[in-house]
C-alpha cells in the first residue's frame, strides 16, 4: 500500500532553517509528481509546489520561490522541503502528498514551530 | 492564479439529511477540480476528482457535480462520520489553490 511517512515535528528558532522528509513506500517513486502544501493553525491549504522525482524538476508558487527547495532522493525513495529564513510566519503543518495533480495519497504531516 | 471560493464556512445539517457544499472558480477549470475531507488532527482525504469521480472507498452518499466555474459536492444520509472540513481545489493550473473550506457539523 503507497506510505507517505514524513519526519517528526521541529522546533526552529527564527532566521533558521529546516529540512523536511518525505519517504515514500508502496509504489514506484519515480513515476509521481511530489507536492508539499502548507496548513497554518486553524487555516485553509495552501499549495507550495512540485517536484518531478523522475528529474528533479521544480514548480513552485511565486509566494515559496524564495522560501522552499524541493529534493529528492531517488536512492531511498525520499522527498525533501528545505525551508529558509523562518519566521513565526513558518510555524505550520507541512504535508507531502502524491499524485497526478489531484493529490491522492497524504502523508501525515510534519509541525513546524519557530520560536526563540 | 484561480481563486477557490466555498461560499459556506459552516454548515450544521441534521443526522441523515443532505448537504450540498458550493465552490466557484474565478475561471474556467475543465472539471478539473477535487474534493477533500480533512477530520482535525488529520492529513485530508481525497474524496473526488474529476469533479464526478468518486475515489474507491469512498461511501457512495458522496457525490460531485458541477462544470465551468461551478462545482458541488453533495452528501446525503449524513453520518456522524462526516463531520468534518471539506475543500475543493483546482489542479487545471499552478499554482493549484484551494477554497476556503466548509466546515460540517451535526445540527
Known amino acids: 500500500q503507497v506510505q507517505l511517512q514524513q519526519s517528526g515535528a521541529e522546533l526552529v528558532k527564527p532566521g533558521a532553517s529546516v529540512k523536511l522528509s518525505c519517504k515514500a513506500s508502496?509504489?514506484?517513486?519515480?513515476?509521481?509528481?511530489m507536492y508539499w502544501v502548507k496548513q497554518r493553525p486553524g487555516q485553509g491549504l495552501e499549495w507550495i509546489g512540485e517536484?518531478?522525482?523522475?528529474?528533479?524538476?521544480?514548480n513552485f508558487n511565486e509566494k515559496f520561490k524564495s522560501k522552499a527547495t524541493l529534493t529528492v532522493d531517488k536512492s531511498s525513495s525520499t522527498a525533501y522541503m528545505q525551508l529558509s529564513s523562518l519566521t513565526s510566519e513558518d510555524s505550520a503543518v507541512y504535508y507531502c502528498?502524491?499524485?497526478?495533480?489531484?493529490?491522492?495519497?497524504w502523508g501525515q504531516g510534519t509541525t513546524l514551530t519557530v520560536s526563540s | 492564479d484561480i481563486q477557490m471560493t466555498q461560499s459556506s464556512s459552516y454548515l450544521s445539517v441534521s443526522l441523515g439529511g443532505r448537504v450540498t457544499i458550493t465552490c466557484k472558480a474565478s475561471?474556467?477549470?475543465?472539471?478539473?477540480l477535487a474534493w477533500y475531507q480533512q477530520k482535525p488532527g488529520n492529513a485530508p482525504r481525497l474524496l473526488i476528482s474529476?469533479?464526478?469521480s468518486l475515489e474507491t472507498g469512498v461511501p457512495s452518499r458522496f457525490s460531485g457535480s458541477g462544470s465551468g466555474k461551478d462545482y458541488t459536492l453533495s452528501i446525503t444520509s449524513l453520518q456522524t462520520e462526516d463531520v468534518a472540513t471539506y475543500y475543493c481545489?483546482?489542479?487545471?493550473?499552478?499554482?493549484?489553490?484551494f477554497g476556503g473550506g466548509t466546515k460540517l457539523e451535526i445540527k
Open positions: 517536484i518531478n522525482p523522475s528529474n528533479g524538476g521544480t
Open positions: 502528498t502524491r499524485g497526478g495533480n489531484r493529490f491522492d495519497y
Open positions: 475561471d474556467h477549470i475543465n472539471n478539473w
Open positions: 508502496g509504489y514506484t517513486f519515480t513515476s509521481y509528481y
Open positions: 474529476g469533479a464526478t
Open positions: 481545489q483546482q489542479y487545471w493550473s499552478t499554482p493549484y489553490t
